[in-house]
């Protein structure tokens, strides 16, 4: 091989043709072929530059198999045992060399052991034959010699790129491919439609024809128990066309091909999958059908999810022709945070930006244009930066990976259940948001899905935990990995993260009727998507409190579950199931109200108080203070629930009045200001965790407890619960000797809610009630409060220390003020958090 080696040293120089023999490429295309050498080349010495990642050696995996002569990565995951080699890099090493990727870590799928051990350029032979009127066949010398040789960067992608993700939801005939199934290479050889011009293809008016490709490796298959070679097809209008860019390529990187590769040549299509690149190749037919090859026909196929593999082979479906891949589609990853990151969150003064990144692809030779990152489960989008380091080819394609990249406030992770990203290209085609199952577990591209975990111990800075869906082969790890068994529900075009139908195994059925009797704190059954769960044990620690489960005990609350809680709580939910529903008693028994706007009046810049009419006149809503209740509305289809806890007195009669900001990018908020009066909605209560009782007394998680002290920290809108039990208290005058004392941050003093009251309730009986504010600015001198932010030293000065039985913190707001400030300070005030410290 070292001869061959030295005999290739003249593709370095790109010699012209022989002058013997004619030339198919233009003078344009090799302008072009020389600017795209001299485009690459910095490529490549960067990615040289990197001599360990050449350190590849003999793994003792391989000792006893036919591969036992190659060397390869030790970083590579190997996916499939010992033999055949299939094998990713890890994610976070494959985007550490960024768009070219170095040879060792490039992604390797054979079927097979690798061929051509004694291989030798000057020796190996592909072969030109079928319907071509001058056979032939080349050496890869006689290739490079005597063709225009060209070079581009080209990204390959497995199919299953992604697979896992599939066979998380239901096994598929595959192996379990991670996101790392994809590589870019800058790729050297000639033209396939020079090499087939010069053979010559034979015309045929009434058929159309095929360019098959076939390698050298035995593999069983076939049929007749027999070897058969991996090979497949093209169309010859593909095979043909300049603008793809399809080569027959014998370098990657500069060098020759590696043997894992396909040394000494292989076929190279851009924007096609990589099962359709064949290696070692040895053979080229021009027919009037399609390969005939086992692997052309009983690989790279997505059929509908009702097929099974009996299905397919019983029905034929693998030589149905609307079912084969050759381009790839939409995708994208979240390459960054990595699976099992840890992000701290110091301080919203000091922590920079985080960049979320990633990856995306399109396929065809279609540009990916938009890459959008979600926080919220898909209701609101963030366009991100786009890097696209490749030039588009003189048709206008693109055949690589492109690079996005998102800056984003550390503090709005804290609010996130998970990220997601979606990918659009230049026809505007995206990725579904539901994973759809398929036989062959290829083209997976649904939305992806990093989960969030924010980690907040009792003493210390808070931290961010990231999880990704799967980690690739049999590595433990990912969201998707730890709920096989909730994802499998059956409704396989549903969100693998959406509600389950299973989780712990029962084979239990109970009527409405023996749901309904469980309805009661000591005893709570709830009914979700025909499924029954026993929420008894997550009564104390509901996060909404007991009452929001209680309200809904012995009932059917798929919607209201589905509108209110976020895809981590529908996993939760499984680990209580105890068995479904019988099929007689389906019905669905959900008790609202309906209420009617009847006025809408601004009082800052974003935040409306919204008056909704009861039933009728004389109707009192019954609600305790620090109870909410849910407003409902079906928006673009979806039922849409939100908790708010109403302004109005509790003993007002015939309406209900909602103070509540008005978010940009909020699904009910926005609803809600474009609601014309007379429009009508639906309420459901009371829910909540906590109650005041009156009389000195809180009722919480359904215990009854007297405190003498009552601190108080709220936000924005979130003064709304608090300042319920601050009237309540004020009403019932003094004789219970509770002392209250309220610390209330806002942007602007403007913005300052309920303060009439409020000033009003302080000036009057100072020694009830002190009320410290908060604000984001001032515009006049005489303001005789804080300026800035709610800090330790704030909440120390005017919150009193804690003392055990006899002091509840009560605490409502942005959820960055509430985790990295207040709960920290009230700690170390003595509050404890659960115990006498609570969030609304």
């Known amino acids: ?206 058929s159309a024809l095929n360019v098959c490709f076939e390698g050298a490796e035995d593999l069983p298959g076939g049929g007749g128990g027999g070897a058969s070679k991996y090979g497949t097809s093209l169309r010859k209008e593909v095979a043909m066309d300049p603008s793809r860019d399809i080569m027959i390529a014998y370098m990657q990187n500069g060098e020759l091909l590696t043997p894992d590769h396909g040394f000494p040549c292989r076929m190279i299509i851009p924007g096609f999958i990589g099962g359709r690149m064949v290696k070692w190749l040895t053979k080229i037919t021009v027919t009037a059908t399609e390969s005939e090859s086992y692997y052309h026909y009983k690989d790279n196929r997505v059929f509908p999810s009702h097929v099974d593999a009996e299905l397919a082979d019983a029905e034929g479906w693998w030589y149905k022709p609307e079912y084969i891949i050759n381009e790839l589609n939409i995708n994208s990853v979240i390459t960054s945070p990595g699976h099992d990151e840890i992000l701290p969150i110091n301080s919203a003064a000091t922590d920079p930006p985080y960049i979320l990144r990633g990856y995306a692809y399109s396929g065809g030779g279609k540009k990916v244009t938009r890459v959008e990152i979600s926080l919220d489960g898909g209701e609101t989008w963030s366009v991100c930066a786009l890097n696209h380091p490749e030039k588009p080819n003189r048709y206008g394609k693109y055949w690589c990976w492109c690079f996005w990249s998102l800056h984003i406030d550390p503090l709005r992770l804290l609010a996130a259940d998970e990220i997601i990203v979606r990918a659009w290209d230049q026809t505007l085609n995206t990725q579904p948001k539901n994973l759809i199952w398929n036989l062959t577990g290829m083209m997976n591209n649904c939305w992806f899905r990093v989960r969030v975990t924010v980690r907040r111990p009792l003493a210390g800075d808070i931290s961010i935990a990231f999880e990704h869906p799967t980690q690739p082969g049999n590595q433990p790890g990912g969201w998707m990995t730890r709920h096989k068994q909730l994802i499998q529900s059956g409704t396989l075009e549903k969100s693998v993260s959406g509600p389950p139908a299973g989780g712990i195994a029962s084979d239990a059925h109970f009527s409405r009727d023996e749901v309904r009797k469980h309805s009661s704190f000591d005893s709570v059954w709830i009914i979700v998507h025909d499924q029954v769960y026993d929420c008894t044990a997550f009564l104390k620690d509901h996060p909404g409190g007991s009452d929001s489960i209680l309200i809904n005990a012995g009932s059917d609350c798929s919607d209201d579950f589905d509108a209110i809680h976020s895809d981590k709580a529908k996993s939760m939910l499984a680990a209580y199931r105890i068995g479904s529903l019988k099929a007689t008693s389906l019905a669905k028994s959900i008790e609202k109200i309906p209420v009617k706007l009847v006025a809408k009046t601004q009082i800052t810049g974003d935040v409306r108080l919204f008056r909704f009419a009861l039933p009728t006149a004389d109707q009192l809503l019954g609600l305790r203070p620090g109870h909410h209740i849910f407003l409902s509305a079906t928006v673009n289809d979806k039922l849409c629930m939100r908790a708010y806890t109403p302004t109005s007195p509790e003993d007002a009669a015939g309406y209900i009045e909602l103070l509540i900001k008005i978010y940009a990018g909020g699904l009910m908020t926005q609803y809600l200001e474009s609601l014309p009066l007379g429009a009508a909605m639906e309420i459901k209560g009371p829910a909540g965790r906590i109650e005041y009782a009156g009389r000195g007394s809180f009722v919480i998680d359904g215990k009854t407890r007297r405190v003498s002290r009552v601190a108080m920290v709220a936000g924005g809108t979130g003064i709304t619960p608090v300042y319920q039990i601050i009237r309540a208290m004020m009403r019932e005058g003094d004789d219970f000797g509770i002392k209250m004392c309220l610390v209330y941050a806002s942007r602007s003093e403007d913005e300052i809610l309920m303060r009439e009251d409020l000033d009003r309730w302080a000036r009057e009986q100072p020694e009830r009630l002190k009320v410290w504010y908060v604000v984001g600015e001032v515009r006049r001198e005489e303001w005789g409060y804080s300026v800035g932010r709610v800090t330790d030293g704030v909440l120390r000065e005017h919150i009193p220390m804690g003392v055990e039985e006899e002091s509840l913190a009560l605490v409502c707001g942005p959820l960055a003020m509430v985790q990295l400030v207040v709960l920290p300070a009230l700690e170390k005030m003595k509050y404890e958090v659960g115990k006498s410290c609570f969030v609304f």
């Open 1 to 206: 091989m070292v001869a061959s080696v030295e005999h290739f040293c003249v593709l370095h120089s790109t010699p012209p043709p022989a002058a013997h023999q004619p030339s198919f490429s233009s003078d344009d295309e090799d302008d072009e072929n020389e600017q795209n050498i001299n485009n690459y080349r910095t490529l490549l010495d960067v990615s040289s530059e990197l001599p360990e990642l050449l350190a590849a050696s003999h793994d003792p995996q391989d000792a006893n198999t036919a591969d036992g002569w190659i060397a390869r990565h030790p970083s590579l995951i190997r996916l499939t045992g010992k033999h055949p080699f299939n094998s990713e890099p890890p994610l976070p090493l494959l985007m550490r060399h960024g768009f070219i990727t170095p040879v060792p870590l490039h992604y390797v799928r054979n079927h097979g052991p690798v061929p051509g051990r004694t291989a030798d350029l000057s020796t190996w032979t592909v072969e030109i034959c079928g319907l071509v009127t001058r056979p032939a066949k080349f050496t890869v010398s006689d290739l490079a010699r005597d063709f225009s040789s060209f070079q581009i960067p080209v990204t390959l992608v497995c199919a299953g790129n992604r697979r896992k993700e599939q066979n998380m939801v239901r096994q598929t005939v595959g192996f379990n491919w991670g996101p790392s199934s994809i590589s870019t290479s800058v790729w050297r050889g000639v033209r396939l439609r020079d090499v087939l011009r010069r053979c010559g293809i034979m015309g045929r008016r009434h």
